[in-house]
């Protein structure tokens, strides 16, 4: 669970990110936060892993007030909290099996286990065949469902993803969304930032819409009649 | 536990690999320290040998009293007797001529003093140690033993001896004072090349801090680079000092020979080798160690 409770956040300089939001992320929950850009999502979710902190206000993420947390348990946030950024954030030094290792040899799994892992979060995303693949290599939409695979490695219980659908075209973007919906269903918390509202309208999910760092509405969309169930 | 040992494997392992993937960085970073070491290690050899010259004549106030050839063992007596009741000698013991030319030619590393000087040129003589260290009073002493009837010389040892001492003392507070510098500039060195490596893995740490890396997590493969990079520059410096030695003594052997001595200048001992790579590990893990958390406590604390 997810609690923002009067919530402000203001950077050097005086811009005002986010203006005392409050709202709750229950767990298990597909959240997509919408808004134009400069409406604060990334703020949002920086606020969520502790990238940021809070000028006023408390964030509880599993009831721990993530902006007082010290600088030595930050680390532990972040191992139960998947990350996609809009720009992926691959290391290019890396091949395609070492950047999904990476989170599990920062928590010291043993390297056995951590190789079936990465298989299977490979599998996932269906990269499976590419694992010695350079990521430089691959298209726009395999390095976006690569970092997806290296943030779901760790099976996490929350996974926050920045403009994942950023850079691709419609099919592909689709395609991503599905695969947060299916991870959201085996009980994953996803909350989505993006600026293309329609990215969410074919999966089950609640859109909060932000403006100008206040939060202008919350609409559960069930899409469980709906064709595409 | 099984997991830091992998942990720390892994980041071992990432150590030597980047190391061998620029090998021209890594030899010069290798030979900066190994020379820097080598400075202040050849200097504390050179003092060291030195002091082994100095070691084998006594740094105590004594006094020689070489006889006259002629003179008769009453005379000696008569000597003995006077030493025995004076009150400013601690303790005397007396040198046969004979024995005193054996003596020497084994402290002197010669091979046969009498092949080269046809007869025993020595006198027999008292070696006479004073309570006192006071130059004043051992010259006044000395004096006085001068007169005694047989003493065809009064001589007072602890002059260049001591003379030796003070210069042995200013060449050791120098190998500090060189040992204390060059170990600062080594930890530098370390500092700098960490750092470079830290700047260019920014993106990497950066990643890996969002995955959830701990402070020592990131640090551990730098630390690794730091003191493994300290210990084989530690290494260098020595076989540097050792190489140097084994082409000085090639001279020192000629010189020595010439002379019909045995001398060779000794190289560093297995201890205080082991103590050099203890310590230049110990900077480069210093060095290491700064510049990492510099860069995980500096710019970079926000994320």
Known sequence: MITFSQVTKRYRGGTEALKALSFTIETGELVVLTGPSGAGKTTLLKLIAAIERPTQGSVLVHGQNVGKLTRGAVPYLRRNIGMVFQEGRLLFDRNVFENVMLPLAIIGMPYREAAKRVRAALDKVGLLEKEKAQPITLSGGEQQRLAIARAIVNRPAILIADEPTGNLDADYAAQLMEMFSAFNQVGVTIVIATHHPHMAQHIKSRELHLKAGVLQSSIQKDLATDAHG | MRSLIAQHRAAAALTVQR????????????????IALSLPLGLYLMVDNLGRVAANTQGQPEISLFLKDNASSATQRDIEAKLDAHAGINEYRFVARDAALKTLSK??????????????????????????????????????MQAWNGVQTAKLDSDWARRLNAFLRLGRDGVWLLGGLLGFALAAVGFNTIRLQVLAKRDEIEVSRLLGATDAFIRRPYL????????????????????????????????ADLYGMNFLLEGLALHAGLLVLFLSGLLGWTGAYLAANQHLRGGAAAI
């Open chain 2, 19 to 34: 190391m061998l993937a620029a090998p021209l960085a890594t030899l010069l970073t290798l030979s900066v320290i190994g």
């Open chain 2, 107 to 144: 402290n002197m590393g010669l091979s046969d003093a009498t092949a080269v000087l046809g007869k025993n040129p020595l006198p027999d003589a008292f070696v006479v140690v004073a309570k006192l260290a006071d130059p004043d009073a051992l010259e006044q002493m000395r004096k006085e």
């Open chain 2, 224 to 255: 690794y680079l730091g003191t493994l990079q300290g210990l084989l520059g530690g290494l260098t410096g020595w076989l540097i000092v050792m190489a140097a030695f084994a082409l000085i003594n090639l001279r020192v052997a000629e010189i």
